[in-house]
């Protein structure tokens, strides 16, 4: 190699360190690579039911850890009406919505001192239970609201929820919710099928390549159980490639992890939790996925000044992707039932 081609491999190599996009010559959508035949249904379905044997712990993510505060915040998880809201202390309480003396929705209630104060009556309730009524356990990771819903069938709960890794500090982190008339396993079957990535999401993907899909095999170990992505990420014109990687820790939780290329180590979680049946008689899901981003970059964390601005166009940018992907969710479920 002679020294100007030396000079020139440098000078591309500083300058992707300093600047990781790509400029994206126009494409034709139809004129990719067609993915169906690698999208083999059975390897997703087969990757789905390896997940329900992982251990749950009867552990539901609900909302944003920014979503709940001194306030009370109403929702449904698992078919049950739920209220959460935080202590004095600033811990995450999550308790049944119905009030214990006539069944008032406690959504509506006031907190003061950390403590529901009823709408109708004054009861107030906090940590201690009253009568059948207490709360659940619940545990905030710091990004994500959890819930444990245990039932009469249910085995083996955890003291805690099995979380994903995350990336080190410093990172940023985003959340979005959206909810679907469709089961937890349609929005998992979404999100362990990547070969759809580029054709169904044109606008946020290009150049996807599935480099290596988990065989059809029940047994198979726990790290092994992953799918092997290179996916340019879109940001209009300009392109950032990645190598990621799609693991499902849980029975309810798809995670995808960026493994080579810029924000190595950045993770979106994406938890599918049942709300519960809606009035025509078909089940709600909430999706809750959290973006979480990082970067070995020296000045990255000098930027998180601007996550006030740069949270929500991770939401949207989410938000987006959810849209579609819903959509594809409920035809799964529309088939299927």
Same mark, same amino acid.
């Given at each position: 190699?002679?020294?100007?081609?030396?000079?020139?491999?440098?000078?591309?190599?500083?300058?992707?360190?300093?600047?990781?996009?790509?400029?994206?010559?126009?494409?034709?959508?139809?004129?990719?690579?067609?993915?169906?035949?690698?999208?083999?249904?059975?390897?997703?379905?087969?990757?789905?039911?390896?997940?329900?044997?992982?251990?749950?712990?009867?552990?539901?993510?609900?909302?944003?850890?920014?979503?709940? =505060?001194?306030?009370?915040?109403?929702?449904?998880?698992?078919?049950?009406?739920?209220?959460?809201?935080?202590?004095?202390?600033?811990?995450?309480?999550?308790?049944?919505?119905?009030?214990?003396?006539?069944?008032?929705?406690?959504?509506?209630?006031?907190?003061?001192?950390?403590?529901?104060?009823?709408?109708?009556?004054?009861?107030?309730?906090?940590?201690?239970?009253?009568?059948?009524?207490?709360?659940?356990?619940?545990?905030?990771?710091?990004?994500?609201?959890?819930?444990?819903?245990?039932?009469?069938?249910?085995?083996?709960?955890? *003291?805690?929820?099995?979380?994903?890794?995350?990336?080190?500090?410093? *990172?940023?982190?985003?959340?979005?919710?959206?909810?679907?008339?469709?089961?937890?396993?349609?929005?998992?079957?979404?999100?362990?099928?990547?070969?759809?990535?580029?054709?169904?999401?044109?606008?946020?993907?290009?150049?996807?390549?599935?480099?290596?899909?988990?065989?059809?095999?029940?047994?198979?170990?726990?790290?092994?159980?992953?799918?092997?992505?290179?996916?340019?990420?879109?940001?209009?014109?300009?392109?950032?490639?990645?190598?990621?990687?799609? =693991?499902?820790?849980?029975?309810?939780?798809?995670?995808?992890?960026?493994?080579?290329?810029?924000?190595?180590?950045?993770?979106?979680?994406?938890?599918?939790?049942?709300?519960?049946?809606?009035?025509?008689?078909?089940?709600?899901?909430?999706?809750?996925?959290?973006?979480?981003?990082?970067?070995?970059?020296?000045?990255?964390?000098?930027?998180?000044?601007?996550?006030?601005?740069?949270?929500?166009?991770?939401?949207?940018?989410?938000?987006?992707?959810?849209?579609?992907?819903?959509?594809?969710?409920?035809?799964?479920?529309?088939?299927?039932?």
């Amino acid at each position: 190699m002679s020294a100007v081609s030396r000079w020139r491999d440098r000078l591309a190599g500083s300058l992707s360190k300093a600047w990781p996009f790509e400029v994206l010559a126009p494409m034709d959508w139809a004129a990719q690579a067609p993915t169906w035949q690698d999208a083999d249904p059975a390897v997703i379905e087969a990757a789905y039911a390896r997940a329900q044997h992982r251990p749950g712990g009867n552990w539901f993510v609900f909302a944003a850890s920014s979503d709940v =505060t001194d306030a009370a915040l109403g929702t449904t998880v698992a078919g049950r009406e739920v209220v959460a809201w935080r202590a004095a202390d600033g811990a995450l309480q999550v308790a049944p919505r119905a009030c214990p003396h006539l069944g008032a929705d406690l959504a509506l209630a006031s907190v003061d001192c950390g403590e529901l104060v009823c709408p109708w009556h004054g009861l107030r309730l906090g940590r201690r239970r009253h009568g059948t009524w207490k709360p659940y356990p619940a545990h905030d990771d710091g990004v994500l609201c959890w819930v444990r819903v245990d039932g009469p069938a249910d085995v083996a709960p955890s *003291a805690t929820p099995i979380a994903p890794v995350r990336p080190p500090a410093p *990172a940023i982190a985003a959340v979005t919710r959206l909810e679907g008339v469709c089961e937890p396993r349609d929005i998992v079957s979404n999100r362990l099928d990547p070969w759809h990535g580029a054709w169904f999401h044109p606008h946020s993907f290009t150049r996807l390549r599935v480099l290596s899909a988990p065989p059809v095999d029940a047994d198979l170990p726990e790290e092994l159980d992953k799918f092997v992505v290179e996916v340019t990420f879109r940001i209009g014109r300009l392109g950032v490639p990645v190598i990621a990687e799609f =693991t499902t820790p849980g029975p309810r939780t798809v995670v995808m992890r960026i493994v080579e290329g810029e924000g190595r180590s950045s993770v979106v979680e994406t938890h599918a939790t049942p709300v519960g049946v809606g009035p025509d008689g078909r089940p709600r899901t909430a999706v809750v996925e959290a973006v979480i981003a990082h970067s070995d970059r020296p000045h990255f964390g000098k930027g998180l000044v601007a996550s006030p601005l740069t949270r929500p166009l991770m939401s949207h940018a989410a938000t987006r992707l959810w849209r579609d992907d819903l959509a594809y969710a409920e035809r799964l479920y529309e088939l299927r039932s």
